[in-house]
């Protein structure tokens, strides 16, 4: 994947005379099998860069290309994974997952089968048949994971997927999803708000700047690549704490032009 100047402007809003400059000058390559990690201030444009590469909005400028060819829509190339789960309330876990095989035209026994397999890398298989109002917020997130992965895009592209997680069930999310990229070595794209789930998951890091949106910084995270699941608390390492500090530095003075000054209340009334 390769972005060179990518800009997204939207169009002004009513009142306003100019449109909004979410994205500029945004440049980035991400390697084949590898698992970058973006973060940014709050608005800086990480969820406007993922529809891009999704291909669900069109960039106003630059050029955005997969395997060369420029993205101009959406495609089963990518499969995206939002923050809520966005599963089909009328189908079971297993139907879901079948969705995307059935778009992509695989024969219904293959389809039952794949989804089953899929099912199982992300634990669920006891699940099969149920709805989403039976599942919680942890296993709908891994039905959706499933459902992305299994019509076995090239890049997986996620937008905050563990944000309206538990503590506990994001770490042990985080664990497996490490554990499936390893197995299926696709190309992930992570949106997080969470250093340390940033540096937890990712091979490099990729900062942004404060709006409009543009790259500032990638950080190597070394961590052992994907080891690090099977290496008990590697959150509290030296390298580790080390790493959340450095992007905590880099991330703190993004989000320190974006600052507020808050307004008296009432002054004056
Ligand atoms: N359709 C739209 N029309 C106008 N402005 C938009 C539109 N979508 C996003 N924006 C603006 O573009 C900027 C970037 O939004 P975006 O959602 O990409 O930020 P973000 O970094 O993902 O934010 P957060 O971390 O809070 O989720 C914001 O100021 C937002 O208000």
């Given at each position: 994947m390769r972005a060179r100047g990518v800009a997204k402007e939207?169009?002004?809003?009513?009142?306003?005379?100019?449109?909004?400059?979410?994205?500029?000058?945004?440049?980035?390559?991400?390697?084949?099998?590898?698992?970058l990690v973006v973060v940014g201030p709050s608005g800086c444009g990480k969820s406007t860069v993922l529809n891009l590469l999704g291909g669900l909005d069109r960039p106003t400028g630059g050029e955005l290309l997969l395997d060369g060819r420029p993205i101009d829509g959406p495609g089963l190339d990518r499969g995206i994974v939002f923050q809520q789960y966005a599963l089909f309330p009328w189908r079971t876990a297993l139907e879901n997952v079948e969705f995307g095989l059935q778009s992509k035209g695989v024969a219904r026994k293959d389809r039952r089968r794949i989804a089953r397999d899929y099912l199982g890398l992300v634990g669920l298989t006891r699940f099969a048949g149920n709805y989403p109002h039976t599942l919680s917020g942890g296993m709908k997130q891994r039905v959706a994971i499933a459902r992305a992965l299994a019509y076995d895009p090239d890049v997986l592209l996620m937008d905050e997927p563990f944000a309206a997680l538990d503590a506990q069930t994001r770490e042990s999310l985080?664990?497996?999803?490490?554990?499936?990229?390893?197995?299926?070595?696709?190309?992930?794209i992570f949106i997080t708000h969470s250093i340390e789930e940033a540096v937890y998951l990712g091979e490099r890091v990729a900062v942004m700047t404060a709006g409009p949106g543009r790259i500032k910084q990638i950080v190597d995270i070394d961590l052992g690549g994907a080891e690090r699941v099977n290496e008990g608390d590697i959150r509290s390492s030296y390298e580790f704490t080390r790493l959340r500090h450095e992007l905590w530095t880099l991330l703190k003075a993004e989000v320190d032009k974006t600052a507020v000054e808050p307004e008296p209340v009432g002054v004056g009334r």
């Open positions: 939207f169009p002004a809003r009513a009142g306003d005379t100019e449109g909004y400059v979410a994205v500029r000058d945004f440049d980035l390559d991400v390697r084949d099998g590898e698992f985080q664990a497996q999803l490490v554990r499936i990229w390893q197995e299926t070595r696709k190309t992930v």
